[in-house]
């Protein structure tokens, strides 16, 4: 998918979140999204990608790397 704006439906088939939770997220503010006229929703690609890259967990193996590091 190359658009950098994307609709609620394509949204659905980048990240395969259900429509019902996307528009949860929209609703509580939680994804930040675009309301042109009030009606009609719209996401910028970056801003979805970021929003499913948050929280990072690390992996056994960083942390281990990082106890390491700090002896």
């Given at each position: 998918?190359?658009k950098?704006?994307?609709?609620?439906?394509?949204?659905v088939?980048?990240t395969?979140?259900a429509?019902?939770?996307?528009?949860?997220?929209?609703?509580s503010?939680q994804?930040?999204?675009y309301?042109?006229?009030?009606?009609?929703?719209f996401?910028?690609k970056?801003d979805?990608?970021?929003?499913?890259?948050?929280?990072?967990?690390?992996?056994?193996?960083e942390?281990?790397?990082?106890?390491?590091?700090?002896k």
């Amino acid at each position: 998918m190359e658009k950098e704006i994307l609709n609620t439906d394509e949204v659905v088939e980048l990240t395969g979140l259900a429509k019902s939770y996307l528009y949860k997220l929209t609703s509580s503010r939680q994804i930040p999204h675009y309301k042109p006229n009030g009606k009609l929703l719209f996401y910028n690609k970056s801003d979805v990608l970021n929003y499913l890259t948050r929280n990072r967990v690390k992996s056994n193996e960083e942390l281990s790397n990082e106890v390491e590091e700090e002896k």
